[in-house]
């Protein structure tokens, strides 16, 4: 071997080994560690829209190309996952440009739509300020932008009314009022064009309830006669319901505001159903069987009528109601509680009562709601 001696060659290779095993093992790492940090940023980097976080970056931009990533500050929390549909492949952002000092935050909302949140009160430093009068409009402008290639179907924003002025900005951008409540107004805007406005419209109904109460012991029925706007000599106590009260709860709560009487629910006699009412929207009114608590004196107390409100209550005769509600005079009968009345004198509850039952959502996390029904006998399944 080039004159070396044989195990001078032996001794020479064993040598170079070691150096042979560091170089390899150099090698190994930085392919691990290559292939380790491309996949944390391309798993991160996914969409290029981000949701901030406590920080807000300055003159900051991320760029996108195929598989080319600028990182950005660690203060900001992504929402990639969140906002991005399934159906939208990167491919289809690649060379996408987003300037966030352009675009305002915003989170997902139900069916693939994105919800913007104006603040109550606007930041002192104005260059904190996402949602500053004199940059929000062209902010917006760049959301809408940005929510149409993410195959969004519809923009919400809730102003509240101490910055009632950016309303001005979305309506020339294409907003208009769904609803407003208390200080807050929420606007809203259809994205795709070539299907039918789909966002529905706010509180189609009002609820109310009407109380049949009947003491069995004196055969009467509790009646009410208001102030104003009184239709019929007598009327059984009512009212609206109470935004998330249930049915038995408000009318248990009307018959007590309005004479005074506490009672207990037992089941619904029927619905109404009409349109064209307060603010234009439609109306259920569930008229309900209640029956009278006994005092501790074992009797039924007398109602009192509300103040302000309600002119006289009192326990009338059943036959003098059925005799009011069944007049031939227009100005006197009382055609909804005629049919109500059929059903209260044909008895049998356990034949022709809406019972109420309360059953578990399918929705995870929802809780358990009222179910009116019909009466359901033992020998179903």
């Not at 549909?85 to 491919?91: I, L």
């Not at 952002?93 to 300037?99: A, N, Q, S």
């Not at 004196?218 to 208001?226: D, P, S």
């Not at 356990?350 to 029904?373: T, W």
Request: aromatic content about 10%.
């Amino acid at each position: 071997m080039l004159g070396i001696p044989k195990n001078q060659s032996c001794i020479k290779s064993t040598q170079r080994f070691p150096f042979f095993m560091f170089t390899a093992f150099m090698i190994l790492s930085w392919g691990l560690r290559t292939i380790l940090c491309y996949g944390q940023r391309t798993a991160a980097f996914r969409h290029p829209i981000a949701r901030f976080g406590s920080g807000y970056p300055h003159r900051f931009r991320i760029k996108v190309h195929h598989r080319q990533l600028v990182p950005f500050t660690t203060k900001q929390s992504l929402l990639f996952s969140s906002i991005a549909p399934n159906h939208v492949s990167e491919k289809k952002e690649v060379g996408h440009e987003y300037d966030f000092e352009r675009i305002l935050p915003f989170e997902k909302h139900p069916h693939n739509s994105i919800k913007i949140t104006v603040p109550q009160n606007e930041q002192a430093d104005l260059n904190k300020d996402l949602f500053d009068n004199n940059t929000f409009r062209s902010k917006l402008e760049a959301t809408l932008a940005t929510a149409q290639r993410l195959h969004k179907t519809a923009i919400w924003i809730t102003v509240p009314i101490t910055r009632a002025s950016l309303m001005e900005h979305a309506h020339k951008c294409g907003f208009t009022f769904h609803h407003a409540e208390g200080n807050m107004a929420t606007l809203s805007k259809w994205l795709l064009e070539n299907e039918e406005n789909r966002i529905p419209a706010f509180a189609t109904h009002q609820v109310g309830v009407g109380a049949v109460v009947i003491n069995p012991e004196t055969n009467e029925i509790l009646c009410v006669r208001e102030k104003r706007n009184n239709y019929r000599p007598w009327k059984i106590p009512g009212g609206l319901t109470e935004l998330g009260e249930d049915l038995d709860i408000a009318v248990i709560r009307e018959v007590y505001e309005e004479t005074g009487i506490q009672c207990r629910f037992l089941s619904v006699l029927g619905v109404r159903h009409t349109h064209g009412l307060q603010f234009g929207r439609s109306d259920l009114y569930f008229v309900c069987r209640l029956k009278p608590i006994i005092d501790e004196n074992g009797e039924v107390a007398q109602p009192v009528p509300q103040e302000g409100e309600i002119e006289a209550a009192a326990w009338i005769p059943l036959d003098e109601y059925r005799t009011m509600v069944n007049s031939a005079d227009d100005k006197v009968g009382h055609p909804m509680m005629r049919h109500i009345m059929k059903i209260v004198d044909q008895g049998d509850w356990d034949k022709f009562d809406i019972q109420r039952a309360v059953v578990s959502s399918v929705v995870p996390g929802r809780k358990g709601s009222p179910v009116y029904h019909a009466a359901i006998h033992s020998g179903s399944n």
